[in-house]
Structure formats: structure tokens, C-alpha cells
């Protein structure tokens, strides 16, 4: 009998084994593919390897405006997927030794919930049956497949990839298609335009990179627009054919052609065929309803991750465990979702955090909103030739309090947990004001900020 079982092994899932473990719960972890997740496996961490090869590149690239010529420089993709492999496969080894250590089990296999006993809850893997005092579901999300024609058999072909396949592709493709101009999609056509790639992202909305400042989502199109992507907006597909992809535009229809297709249009949580139903799991709109503990509507079952299809990310997957296995200890805590920071790790970075001015207004706040050029960072001049980056901060001019950050910068998503601790702790601007930065640095830009506000 063990005290908690895990359903997942990602993020959500790992940390939960981690966490459980260290407070002496006897802990089993359930993953059917690889542990460590999409994150760690097909999303997060190896486009981070990517994107950093792409980075280096691109600099050598423009080294001349920095007095540097390199000569006959290339970027080797086969190359870059095996080091990207290897980066997978030091962190997943990790994870595995570490929960060995904390003496969780690691069951390798689809869970599925069977039923709630007296006993507790039993849940079968391959056949062999575990029983658990304690559920936590975090079976993670799968991309959103659209009922658009010629989708599913591109997918089933290959042509139509997903994070999973585009992040191991044996060639550049030629044409690249991206559907979705979201951080999937913005990130994947960031390497793949440094690949060499000619890239078209065909986004509905009238702006890229979904809920980001719409100035900043503006920079950074323009930005990618430089470096010769296409952004098709308000652009509807309405086809994936053999070897193009038609979309409605403008009340017409025209076509692209293309090599491969991304499909990233967003992400559906994982909830079925694993017998939430068998405990009487709520769902909504397909994803587990939990409260601020991250308990579900059953006595003695949580749910974290993108399971609960709230905000998809690893790091609030990690915070939701944490708050979740605190509630199985007795340990007080709840989860906010006030201060989560997004970033899209294209070149440059964007990270946000908090309101944007729009969003805080539209909350009843009276807010001012500073806006600054990142150039008023001394080190942001240094290292950023010809930059356009910008940072936004939205204050609260009642409670003197920080309510948003985003930035378009390199460094931008390292440098946002500054703002999101400012935002957690809620801090005032008077003492946000004391916070000595290093000099120079890019994250100045913040406090530079906070002193052009002015009561
Ligand atoms: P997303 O929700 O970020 O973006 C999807 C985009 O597709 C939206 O802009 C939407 O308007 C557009 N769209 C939807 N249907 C469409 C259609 N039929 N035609 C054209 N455009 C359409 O989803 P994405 O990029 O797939 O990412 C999935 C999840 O993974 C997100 O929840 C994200 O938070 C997470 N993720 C986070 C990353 C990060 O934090 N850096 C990196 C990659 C993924």
C-alpha cells in the first residue's frame, strides 16, 4: 500500500515524487513514455537547446557589429539534435537517480484508476495492480488536433509535425509552415528561421504570441519579419493539402506551399482513458476542476499540471504539486496564479509577468503603465546593437504596488523573476526603490522603471 500514487511523470508529476518522497511518504510515480515528461523529453528543455545553438549562430552570423568576422560558419542541424538528446538525457538521469535516492517508485506503464475501496485507491499498470491511500493526477496535455481537412493524414504521414516530432527532425525543411503563432510555434520558427528555413506562421488573431502585450508582440514580429519570416494574421487555414497549407484571408483563399507543417495551436489536457470516471473525477470542458489545495472533487485525489488545463506551463505545474502535497501533509498553502511569469525564449527574449495595462484596467485598477527603451540599460547598449527592445511596467497607483512586467530583451527571462518576486510579495514601490541592482546590468531596466514613476 503506498501513500500517494502518481499518475505522470512530468513536471507536475516528478516534482510530486520528489516532494512526497522527502517527507517519508511511501511514493509510487507512474509514467508511460519517459520520465521527466513533455517538458523535459519533446518541449521545454530541448527547444532550449536548440534555440541556444541558433543563438550562437545568429551571433557569429552578425559578429561584424561587434568586430568579429567569422568565415564559412554554418549551423549543423543533425548536430544539434544529438547534442540536444544528450542535454535530455543528463537531466532525465537526474530526475531517475534522485527519486531512487528518496526511494519513490518509478512504475513504467499506462495507470489506469480502477476503483476506491475501503482501502484506498486501486490502480492497474500492465496488469499488476498498486493500491494508494492518495491520487495525484498529472497526466500532462496533448496538442490540440483542429477538424481541419487533411490534418489528421498529414499527421499520420508525417508532414503535419507536432512539438514532439519537430523537435527531432533529421533535415531543415526547405518551406516550414508553422499553424499557430503562439510560443510553440514563435519558438520553433525562431530556430528554423536560423536554420535556414524559409518560414511562414499563419496566426487567426490580428497579433502573434497570444496574451503578451501587444506592443511587445508587435516588436518582436517585427523583429522576425527582419530576419525574413512570414506572419500571415487573421489568417484562418482551411486546408492541409499533400504538399501546401490554404487558408482564408481577407475573405479570400490562398495557399503556401510547404516541405513540413507544425501544428501549435494549443494544448488539451489528458483525461481520458484514465479512469477518472471509475472514481467519479469532475471534469470541465475536459479538463480536472481542482480548488486553491489543487484537490479534485474526490476526497483523497489532486490533480497538477496542465492536467487541469489552467495555465499549461512547468513551472506553475511545479508550484501546483508543491501546494497539492503540502495539503497532503496538513501543511497550510494555496495556489495564486497572480504572479506567473510567460516567456518566449526566442532572440530576443520575451517575459512577462503580472496585469498588462489593458488587463488591469479592464480589473477596475488605476493604474500608470511606465514604458521604457531598454537602452536605458548601459549593458542592454553594450550587448545589443541596433536593439529595439523595450520594458512595461504597470503600477497601481492606490496601493503603490507592482501589478506588471513585460520586457522584450535579451536576458528578459531570467531577468522577470525579479518582477514576479516584486509582484509576490507585493511589494511596495518605496521599497522596491531600495533594491540595489548589479551595475551594469539588463535587469536595471526595472529599476530605472520604478523611479520614472512619480505619485
Ligand atoms: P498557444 O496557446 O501558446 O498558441 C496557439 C496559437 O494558435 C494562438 O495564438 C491561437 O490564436 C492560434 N490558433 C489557434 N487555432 C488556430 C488555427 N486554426 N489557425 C491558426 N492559428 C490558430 O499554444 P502552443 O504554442 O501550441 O503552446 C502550447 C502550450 O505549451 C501553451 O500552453 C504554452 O504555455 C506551452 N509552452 C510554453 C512555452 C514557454 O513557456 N516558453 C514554450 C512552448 C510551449
Known sequence: MYDLIVLGGGPAGYLAGERAGEAGLKTAVIEKRFIGGVCLNEGCIPSKALLYSAKLYDGALHGDKYGISVKDIKLDHKFVIARKQRVIDTLVSGIKSKLKKLKVDVIEGEGFIQNKTAEGFKVTVNGTEYQAKRLLIATGSSPAVPPIEGVKEGMENGFVLTNREVLALPEVPKEFVIIGGGVIGLEMASYYNTAGSKVT??????????????????????NYEAKGITFLLNAKVTKVGKDSVSYEINGKTESVKADKVLLSIGRRANTKNIGLENIGVYTERGAIKTDEQMRTNVAGVWASGDVNGFSMLAHTAYRETEVAVNDMLGIKDRMSYEAIPGVIYTNPEVGTVGYTEEGAKAKGYDVKCVKLSMMYSGRYVAENEGGNGIIKLIIDKKTQRLLGCHMISNYASEIIVSAVQMIETQMRIKDIKKIVFPHPTVGEAIREGIFEFHD
Open 201 to 222: 506562421v499563419i496566426e487567426m488573431l490580428d497579433h502573434i504570441a497570444g496574451p503578451t502585450d501587444v506592443e511587445i508582440s508587435k516588436i518582436l514580429q517585427k
